[in-house]
């Protein structure tokens, strides 16, 4: 909401240890009878979809639930490795809501919501005891309790998890209750679908036009509210850690019919990856963070040493996480650790094949727990580096490099998860909300969570009560004009006949972006790209090849749509980087550093999210600010020596 | 023989079929340059970028995580769901397991309850309406007791974990010459029956998801231990048989 020119979250006043519970105590509600009367559009089947949607089929609404992939249970969510969050403080090591908080904001390098950042602390604890009434396989103690790991950016154990599949169980926690509803007849799922636009009437948002992906139907679903849940544009950059379908297609499209983006530079590039090996390679492989746990990053002190690791003595290696950041070591945050490990690779000590990676070794932890207990911990993650490398970590140090993983970034939203379209709702990863310029490890699967499962179903119901919402069908004329544009893209793409395939020219941006708006940001770089990224969209729309028909399953197609939006958010990401002239989290600007060569942040005048406003085809978009005001924790400089 | 540093080539019989209720066939195609290290997915990638060039259509095939968790890939590679490797998914398979200059025969699952939607994807939404019947603890957001209350021994957790870890890919019921779906029910069964959170609907659940896999036209199990052999995720055959003991207990009242 906007306030003398600036942006708000719309969160009471008062202490921030009850702003949650007074905030739900102000909102309206739907009675049970007539829940049944509203449509609600989620659009996601993720950690974020699935419990927003399972848990508003609960309460009593219609819910429509729409997936890219071929099964709500396959969404990205299905991937997460390492652990989610939780303040239980089972451990009795010092953890409190208020640490976790605390944890969090510092994570972000203050650039994140307080209010935001402490109810998701607040509500970790009823997403774990959720989550094992579900019946999730957490892993347990000998006690039968549950057990816990530690993630980088923090001094306690708070992190659940099940094996090296967490996210895969908690997905399929919040699959079943969706199938549970789906079974009610509360919810329906429409699987193999892509939203192509948002509907909007009379200001509010009332439904989308998706492309059924087997028969290539444009098909119209109207609703009282949309909320949207379709996850991360790390794909932007070609070679990320996200499955390959992932998009930013919905959220762009919101973005063109009038959602503020805010923060679209800030990308996590997360140091544990496989590095890239060759030049077919569709994607990375991430190598969870708890992995650091027990492994230790180190490269040659000498540059250009080509000696196999275990021939390294140790007096000539150099521990560089440990030697810089005594306090947390390997387990400094992911901006930290991929910054520190481009550093020394740049200064030719990498490693491996490319000299970009360098090591992460198990050798200690093999000595002093014994080679059972790693198996036990990390087992399926050295199964998974052995398939891919050829070769077995319990003998040779894996060989990792940073890779993008996960945007902060995203669209605009209130302390109501509402977008600045009135009824558009945003959750999990494709908002903005709660992680500023840094996310800490485990704590996405976490706010997914508490988004669909615990904030949701309050605020919607206070939008749907508060709000006196017409009669409106798929044959209002807005959505035939929706139908209409998304009908011309598709005949577009398919009559350019060029030269170039999809894929050549996603690698391109990819590169480009990599380079240009990746690890470090300069003002000059980010000039140049916005101009290349321009060109390369004009070669895109001359010169694509694009096959087939718009008339049945074809990847070639959907891949091509995706893309077509990647290079406006491409540019919109460098312009983004380009007006913050500042050092914070992962947006580390080369011209903003301490003398150590840490990043600067400039909170005098930049403590604020910046929010993007499209303004129509070939123009500026406008920027609004949302001033982030700190009343808890006052902003320092965030140090982890 | 091995082509420029070491690559690899090979002749790929690929089925190819329009759509659903289209006649299929094989086609063949020579590939060659493959790096031993790619994922067989980035090869059909690099066989698909070079028809692409051509202004052919692409060869479909559906994927997402490419890193074995996901459950979306998933073709016949020689005969067998997943290829020749034993514990591994279509998308982690690597080139460097098929000798050079073979011949690789490319098809999508085979079963009645999965119809080809068009080339080497398959519907396997079956699977989702079996989960509906019963794949899942009954409760509602807000009504859970504080984790800890309930306590799971840790070789408990660890063999329900043995059982969730199933990814839903179908490879089961590609492999089974009765297109049975015991494997992928058993595993959900008794991931389930092992947790006390499941205890309470044990007779519900084990009586309609196996009625619901009757329906769907999955074929019975006949112990041939084909699914277990095809498996990506080591599902062990003793789901099916918790399953079996979980429905006679359920219809003997026993539960
Ligand atoms: C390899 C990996 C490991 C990770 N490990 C961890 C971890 O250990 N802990 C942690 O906290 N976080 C982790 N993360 C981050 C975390 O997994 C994600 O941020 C989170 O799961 C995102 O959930 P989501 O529900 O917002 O979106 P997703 O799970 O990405 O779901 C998006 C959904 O939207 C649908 N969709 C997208 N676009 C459209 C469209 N246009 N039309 C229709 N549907 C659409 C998709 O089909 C899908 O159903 C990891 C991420 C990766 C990549
Ligand atoms: S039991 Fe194994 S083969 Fe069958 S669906 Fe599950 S993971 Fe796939
Ligand atoms: S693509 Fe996800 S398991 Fe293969």
Redesign the pocket.
């Given at each position: 909401m906007m306030r003398n020119g600036e942006l708000h979250s719309g969160a009471p006043g008062g202490p921030i240890e009850t702003k949650w519970e007074r905030h739900k105590g102000s909102l309206r509600l739907v009675s049970p009878a007539n829940r049944r009367k509203f449509d609600v559009i989620v659009?996601?089947?993720?950690?974020?979809?699935?419990s927003a949607a399972s848990a508003l089929g609960e309460l009593g609404y219609n819910v429509l639930n729409?997936?890219?992939?071929d099964s709500?249970r396959?969404?990205?969510?299905?991937?997460?490795?390492?652990?989610?969050?939780a303040a239980k403080n089972y451990r009795n090591d010092g953890d409190s809501v208020f640490r976790l908080f605390y944890d969090t904001i510092k994570g972000g390098d203050f650039r994140a919501r307080e209010e935001n950042v402490y109810r998701l602390a607040e509500l970790s604890l009823k997403i774990i005891d959720h989550c094992a009434a579900q019946g999730i396989p957490f892993a347990r103690e000998y006690g039968g309790h549950l057990a816990n790991r530690s993630f980088g950016g923090v001094q306690v154990s708070r992190t659940f998890y099940a094996r090296g599949q967490?996210?895969q169980q908690l997905?399929l926690g919040a699959y079943g209750s969706l199938m549970r509803q789906v079974d009610a007849g509360q919810v329906r799922i429409l699987p193999r679908?892509?939203?192509?636009d948002l509907v909007v009437v009379d200001g509010r948002a009332r439904g989308i036009v998706?492309r059924n992906l087997v028969t290539g139907a444009i098909e119209s679903y109207a609703g009282h509210a949309v909320v949207l849940?379709?996850?991360?544009y790390?794909t932007v950059y070609f070679l990320?850690?996200?499955?390959v379908?992932?998009?930013a297609?919905?959220i762009w499209r919101c973005y063109k019919r009038g959602a503020f983006f805010a923060n679209p530079s800030f990308t996590q590039i997360h140091p544990t990856c496989i590095p890239v090996v060759g030049s077919q390679q569709s994607k990375l492989?991430?190598m969870?963070?708890?992995l650091r746990n027990d492994g230790r990053v180190w490269v040659p002190k000498q540059p250009g040493d080509r000696r196999p690791p275990n021939e390294i003595p140790e007096s000539e290696r150099d521990y560089f996480l440990e030697r810089m950041y005594p306090a947390f070591g390997n387990l400094v945050p992911r901006d930290v650790a991929s910054r520190a490990a481009k550093a020394v690779c740049d200064e030719g000590r990498g490693v491996g094949p490319t000299g970009l990676a360098v090591y992460l070794d198990f050798r200690d932890a093999i000595e002093r727990l014994g080679v059972d207990v790693v198996r036990e911990r990390y087992g399926n993650l050295f199964q998974m580096y052995k398939e891919i490398t050829n070769e077995d970590p319990y003998q040779v140090p894996m060989r990792i490099y940073p890779a993008p993983?996960?945007t902060m970034g995203g669209l605009w939203v209130d302390y109501n998860l509402m977008s600045t379209i009135p009824g558009l709702f945003v959750?999990?990863?494709?908002n903005f909300s709660d992680h500023g310029a840094n996310r800490l490890?485990?704590?996405?699967?976490?706010?997914?969570l508490a988004d669909?499962y615990f904030i949701i179903p309050y605020t919607l119901a206070h939008y749907l009560a508060g709000n006196t919402l017409g009669n409106v069908t798929t044959e209002h004329p807005a959505f035939r004009e929706a139908e209409l544009q998304v009908r011309q893209q598709v005949e577009r793409l398919l009559s350019i006949r060029g030269k170039k395939t999809v894929r050549e020219l996603h690698w391109q941006l990819g590169r480009l972006l990599w380079d240009r708006v990746g690890m470090t940001r300069n003002a000059q770089g980010l000039r140049e790209a916005i101009e290349k990224v321009r060109e390369l969209r004009q070669e895109f729309w001359e010169n694509v090849n694009v096959p087939g028909s718009g008339d049945d399953l074809n990847k070639c197609l959907e891949m091509a749509g995706r893309l077509a939006d990647y290079f406006e958010l491409g540019e919109l990401m460098c312009r983004d980087a380009l007006e913050r002239e500042e050092s914070c989290g992962c947006h580390f600007r080369e011209e903003y550093r301490t003398p150590e060569g840490d990043p600067k942040r400039d909170d005098e005048r930049y403590a604020y999210v910046a929010a993007w406003e499209y303004t129509g085809e070939g123009a500026e978009p406008r920027l609004h600010r949302e001033p982030l005001r700190f009343e808890v924790v006052q902003p320092s400089a965030r140090s982890y020596r | 023989m091995n082509g420029e540093n070491g690559t690899r080539s090979y002749t790929l019989r690929i089925w190819r079929q329009d759509g659903p209720d289209r006649p299929g066939r094989f086609v063949e195609y020579p590939v060659s340059g493959i790096d031993p290290n790619m994922s067989f997915l980035e090869m059909l990638d690099q066989l698909n970028e070079e028809l692409l060039r051509h202004g052919e259509r692409a060869i479909e095939f559906d994927s997402d995580?490419r890193?074995g968790i996901c459950g979306t890939c998933g073709v016949c590679i020689d005969g067998r769901p997943h290829g020749p490797v034993p514990n591994t998914t279509t998308c982690t398979l690597r080139m460097r397991e098929f000798p050079d200059g073979a011949t690789i025969t490319v098809e999508p699952f085979r079963a009645k309850a999965f119809p080809v939607v068009k080339d080497l994807v398959v519907d396997r939404s079956a699977f989702d309406r079996i989960v509906q019947k019963g794949g899942f603890v009954s409760v509602n957001v807000g009504s859970a007791p504080e984790a800890n209350t309930v306590l799971v021994p840790k070789d408990v957790a660890e063999e329900a974990m043995d059982s969730a870890a199933c990814i839903g890919c179908g490879a089961c019921v590609a492999a089974c010459p009765n297109a049975s779906a015991a494997l992928f029910v058993g595993a959900k069964i008794r991931h389930l029956r092992l947790m006390p959170h499941g205890q309470p609907e044990r007779r519900r659940r084990v009586l309609s998801m196996v009625a619901q896999m009757d329906e769907e036209g999955f074929g019975n199990c006949s112990n041939h231990g084909e699914c277990e052999a095809a498996c990506p995720k080591s599902i062990s055959i003793e789901n099916i048989a918790t399953m079996r003991r979980e429905y006679w207990l359920a219809l003997l009242g026993l539960l």
């Open positions: 659009v996601g089947t993720g950690l974020a979809g699935a729409l997936c890219i992939q709500p396959r969404a990205h969510s299905v991937a997460a490795q390492g652990g989610i969050n967490t996210g997905l679908r892509e939203m192509l998706c849940c379709t996850g991360g790390s990320s850690t996200n499955a379908n992932s998009n297609t919905a492989t991430l969870s963070e708890s993983h996960y959750l999990g990863e494709a490890g485990a704590s996405a699967l976490m706010q997914g669909g | 995580c890193e």
